[in-house]
């Protein structure tokens, strides 16, 4: 849904699932985690840090998300209690089945882009069982050692997993926000725009 349509109650909803939910659990455990010096573990989302045209609503929360664990990482990290964020790119999972999406409204400003298929993601994705394990061996490094900002051998403060997440991780981070967006605006079809003006003569 474009970001000009979504309407506020779906994007409350999506934050009470994805941010606000989390932050309930985890104060909810707290006392827990800070007694047995755990491990908060979140999954956020490629999506926080990559503009996927339709997906903004869903990619704010994420964004959201690995705000939080980063900053209660630091807040944590003085109680003994760490905090691993797994940003993940594209995995096989359930909700690649789930019901179509809400259609988009009649008056929409991207009425010729109607039905246009996520241009990402669409070969083979990495196994969710494969997924988990990695999350799982990377959960139970346990604390390492610690010189300065380095952690040596240790569960990291976050992972980049699933396929395509290396050259997602070089767009994003390594060649920055202008090279992404360039690459959304190529990767979807921006042109039916022009061309459906230009075709009703304006």
Not at 73 to 79: G, I, K, N, Q, R
Not at 147 to 165: A, D, K, N, W, Y
């Amino acid at each position: 849904m474009p970001l000009s349509d979504v309407s506020l109650p779906k994007v409350r909803s999506l934050f009470e699932t994805n941010v606000f939910g989390v932050m309930a659990v985890t104060n909810t455990f707290l006392p827990l985690l800070v007694t047995a010096q755990g491990l908060v573990v979140n999954i956020s989302s490629m999506s926080d840090r990559l503009a996927f045209p339709f997906k903004g609503a869903y990619a704010m929360t994420k964004a959201a998300l690995t705000s939080y664990s980063r900053t209660l990482s630091v807040e944590l990290a003085p109680h003994g209690v760490r905090v691993l964020n797994v940003v993940t790119a594209f995995v096989a999972t359930r909700t690649d089945n789930r019901a179509p999406p809400e259609p988009w409204p009649e008056d929409t400003l991207f009425a010729p882009m109607r039905g246009v298929a996520q241009r990402a993601g669409g070969g083979r994705r990495m196994e969710a069982a494969a997924y988990a394990r990695n999350v799982v061996a990377e959960a139970l490094r346990g604390r390492g050692w610690e010189l300065g900002p380095l952690r040596f051998l240790g569960t990291r403060e976050s992972i980049v997993l699933g396929s395509m997440s290396t050259r997602m991780w070089i767009l994003s981070t390594f060649l920055g926000d202008g090279w992404a967006r360039w690459v959304m605006l190529k990767m979807w079809p921006f042109w039916m725009l022009d061309a459906s003006r230009r075709k009703k003569g304006l």
